[in-house]
């Protein structure tokens, strides 16, 4: 078959990276779509079953740092685009073992880098390597303020500086190669498929399950919250209309206390599982916070807004209530999220 373009996307069978495979392939039939992914612990096939039969796309197991991998998968597809997921993403995870974010996040895009370079040659017309990152690489913010694309960077977690490093270097290949690139920033996301280690479906599994509800600290942090289908909808807007070379703020405008939100979340479950109102709330439980925890996110994405028209569909009551439903409905894939099966699926699906 004939493709109109061919794009990589990698990380694809994460959180984020399924949602946004979803949406391209169903999108633009026309365009081929391959899915790079080293599957680890956060990466789940099950997430692309609804959409794997589709003659337009393909799927690639293999890590981002392996630039021989790389080369040959580069040859073999003939890239035009690329959307650049893959990650290690969970912040304590990162405080335990800050390397493998290293390797990934740092080296992982670096190899990336070269391999579109090198592929490319000095021909970059039509051709696009978009990276798509976190608000985290900004900072911490006090109870006023947000984060614009023109804040200094101020990461304080090894995954957010992880994630600093690679934009730094992302636009190093802009200044320095002319290599075409685009770069988003976005806040924190919730919706389907996150992996249970996050805030959000952590509660509600917790819930669902009667178990205790640990909130960081005295859980007056706030995050920026964005359903993440709108942020595949925005990555899809400004890889296709966004000025190369520049940087996109994608944001929520929908901030929460930790702890505001885990009640909502109680309140939410309390109503679909039919409980006594203010009964999952008793589970709430403080402990001890995070090493240098940030105390505040918030994205003015006024930049996307007045330049490619882009502003999130679905507000945060309607979206708690879609994810909370989710995860009741789909108590199939947390349980084998939870114990591991999910990691099998890609032998009996790929030998
Ligand atoms: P995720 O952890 O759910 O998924 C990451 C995916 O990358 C997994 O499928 C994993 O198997 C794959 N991967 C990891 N290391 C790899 C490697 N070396 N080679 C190939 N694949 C590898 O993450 P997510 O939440 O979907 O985040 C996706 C991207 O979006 C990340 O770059 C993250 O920094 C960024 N981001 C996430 C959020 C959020 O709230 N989740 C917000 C803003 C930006
Ligand atoms: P998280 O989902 O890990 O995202 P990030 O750290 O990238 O923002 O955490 C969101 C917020 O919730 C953060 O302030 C830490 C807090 N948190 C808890 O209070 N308890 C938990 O069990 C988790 C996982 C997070």
């Known amino acids: 078959m004939n493709f109109k373009r061919t794009i990589l996307i990698t990380g694809g069978a994460g959180f984020i990276g399924s949602h946004l495979v979803q949406l391209l392939l169903k999108k633009y039939p026309d365009y081929h ?12 096939l099950e997430n692309l079953k609804e959409v794997e039969h589709l003659p337009n796309y393909s799927f690639e197991r293999g890590d981002i740092v392996d630039a021989d991998f790389l080369a040959g998968l580069f040859e073999k597809y003939q890239f035009d685009g690329i959307i650049h997921l893959a990650a290690e993403s969970h912040v304590d995870r990162s405080i335990s073992n800050p390397m ?36 985290e690489v900004y900072g911490s913010l006090g109870e006023e303020g947000f984060f614009t694309e023109t804040t200094s960077y101020d990461p304080r977690s090894p995954y957010s500086a992880s994630k600093a490093s690679s934009d730094h270097l ?12 685009l ?25 669902n399950k009667d178990k205790a509800l640990p909130v ?33 703020n994608i944001g929520g405008n929908n901030e929460w206390k930790n702890i505001d939100l885990v009640k909502a979340l109680c309140q939410i479950m309390d109503e679909l599982l039919g409980k006594e109102k203010g009964s999952s709330e008793q589970l709430i439980t403080f402990v001890k ?40 409905e789909n ?12 990691q099998d699926y890609y032998n009996e699906m790929y030998g």
């Not at 779509?33 to 956060?42: C, E, F, R, S």
């Open 33 to 44: 779509i391959v899915n790079l992914d080293k599957l680890t612990y956060a990466g789940n």
């Open 100 to 135: 493998s974010f290293i390797e990934t996040n740092i080296v992982g895009t670096v190899s990336l880098l070269n391999a579109a370079k090198h592929f490319w040659g000095d021909n970059f017309q039509e051709k696009i390597f978009y990276h798509v990152s976190t608000d």
């Open 170 to 181: 992302v636009r190093a290949y802009y200044h320095t190669y002319g290599l075409p690139i």
């Open 183 to 207: 770069i988003s920033n976005c806040s924190n996301n919730y919706g389907p498929y996150q992996f249970p280690e996050k805030l959000i479906p952590l509660m509600i599994n917790n819930i």
């Open 216 to 248: 960081y600290g005295d859980g007056k942090y706030t995050r920026d919250w964005l359903w993440v289908e709108d942020h595949a909808e925005a990555i899809d807007l400004i890889f296709h209309k966004g000025k190369i070379g520049q940087t996109y």
């Open 289 to 328: 916070d995070r090493p240098g925890h940030d105390r505040r996110y918030a994205i003015d994405a006024s930049k996307l807004k007045n330049e490619l028209g882009w502003e999130p569909k679905i507000q945060a009551e309607e979206g708690l209530k879609m994810t909370a439903q989710w995860y009741l």
């Open 331 to 342: 108590t199939d894939w947390l349980e084998r999220v939870t114990s591991g099966a999910y």
